[in-house]
């Protein structure tokens, strides 16, 4: 049997909708109610968890997860306990750290406007060194993350061997597990990041393979039907911790 790994984004959480906030009224700061690790999900975010609990409890017995694994962030956790409790599963839960959401450093809690104002130097080194592996001061890069992620990755395989695992963490981390199982390269994580960027609460499946060159394959990737069935918005906002830096372009 293979090892698979149902991965989902948090829901929608008041960070989220600070920072869209923030960016709609073009401010430099994200007024967020609480440090990152312990935002909260918006009450649509409650929501949409619940949705994923009945996608969840919809499964057939073979397909459901056994295991959980989460990120130590609220918003997470709070997506992982209340889907949990809609479909009635009692999980096994482990929280591992290497799941939180990307550091920002000193551009945490900043917008784009917010970090082309107060540092100039930093938009310009983000636009040369690219989205990908730019690290702000005290912060991480993709890369960074991507190696925890790979880190958990090769755990999961390892002691979770024939289960089905439900992950629950944040849109960057959750991109970057199907960029390591895919293979994907700089430009096509970046291009995906653009185009199809994972929404609140929606999931991607993965499964490993002894046949794919990265030993994993990415069977579903962000879907959001259990949402719509369910009546409920379709969410796809920016995070507080993980704001959309300014492009290149911008940075001319």
Same mark, same amino acid.
């Given at each position: 049997?293979?090892?698979?790994?149902?991965?989902?984004?948090?829901?929608?959480?008041?960070?989220?909708?600070?920072?869209?906030?923030?960016?709609?009224?073009?401010?430099?700061?994200?007024?967020?109610?609480?440090?990152?690790?312990?935002?909260?999900?918006?009450?649509?975010?409650?929501?949409?968890?619940?949705?994923?609990?009945?996608?969840?409890?919809?499964?057939?017995?073979?397909?459901?997860?056994?295991?959980?694994?989460?990120?130590?962030?609220?918003?997470?956790?709070?997506?992982?306990?209340?889907?949990?409790?809609?479909?009635?599963?009692?999980?096994?839960?482990?929280?591992?750290?290497?799941?939180?959401?990307?550091?920002?450093?000193?551009?945490?809690?900043? $917008?784009?406007?917010?970090?082309?104002?107060?540092?100039?130097? #930093?938009?310009? !080194? +983000? &636009?040369? /060194?690219?989205?990908?592996?730019?690290?702000?001061?005290?912060?991480?890069?993709?890369?960074?993350?991507?190696?925890?992620?790979?880190?958990?990755?090769?755990?999961?395989?390892?002691?979770?061997?024939?289960?089905?695992?439900?992950?629950?963490?944040?849109?960057?981390?959750?991109?970057?597990?199907?960029?390591?199982?895919?293979?994907?390269?700089?430009?096509?994580?970046?291009?995906?990041?653009?185009?199809?960027?994972?929404?609140?609460?929606?999931?991607?499946?993965?499964?490993?393979?002894?046949?794919?060159? $990265?030993?994993?394959?990415?069977?579903?990737?962000?879907?959001? #039907?259990?949402? !719509? +069935? &369910?009546? /409920?918005?379709?969410?796809?906002?920016?995070?507080?911790?993980?704001?959309?830096?300014?492009?290149?372009?911008?940075?001319?």
């Amino acid at each position: 049997m293979a090892t698979r790994i149902i991965l989902v984004r948090h829901g929608q959480s008041e960070g989220n909708v600070a920072a869209e906030r923030a960016l709609a009224e073009e401010l430099e700061s994200i007024d967020v109610p609480a440090r990152d690790p312990d935002i909260q999900l918006s009450q649509l975010g409650r929501e949409q968890a619940q949705a994923l609990g009945q996608w969840l409890a919809d499964l057939p017995r073979d397909e459901a997860p056994d295991l959980l694994w989460t990120s130590p962030y609220r918003r997470a956790r709070q997506t992982a306990e209340i889907a949990g409790s809609q479909a009635a599963l009692q999980l096994e839960a482990r929280v591992d750290e290497r799941l939180r959401d990307r550091d920002m450093g000193i551009t945490d809690m900043l $917008t784009a406007e917010g970090i082309r104002a107060r540092y100039p130097e #930093e938009t310009e !080194r +983000r &636009a040369w /060194i690219g989205k990908f592996y730019y690290r702000p001061p005290g912060g991480e890069s993709w890369a960074d993350v991507a190696m925890r992620v790979r880190a958990v990755m090769t755990d999961i395989r390892t002691q979770a061997e024939d289960r089905c695992v439900l992950v629950t963490a944040h849109d960057v981390v959750n991109l970057l597990f199907c960029y390591v199982a895919e293979g994907m390269d700089e430009e096509q994580v970046v291009e995906r990041s653009t185009t199809n960027g994972l929404r609140n609460a929606a999931i991607c499946r993965l499964r490993t393979c002894d046949e794919a060159p $990265t030993g994993w394959v990415v069977d579903d990737y962000n879907i959001d #039907e259990h949402l !719509r +069935r &369910a009546g /409920i918005a379709v969410t796809d906002q920016p995070g507080a911790s993980d704001e959309v830096g300014p492009t290149a372009q911008e940075a001319k």
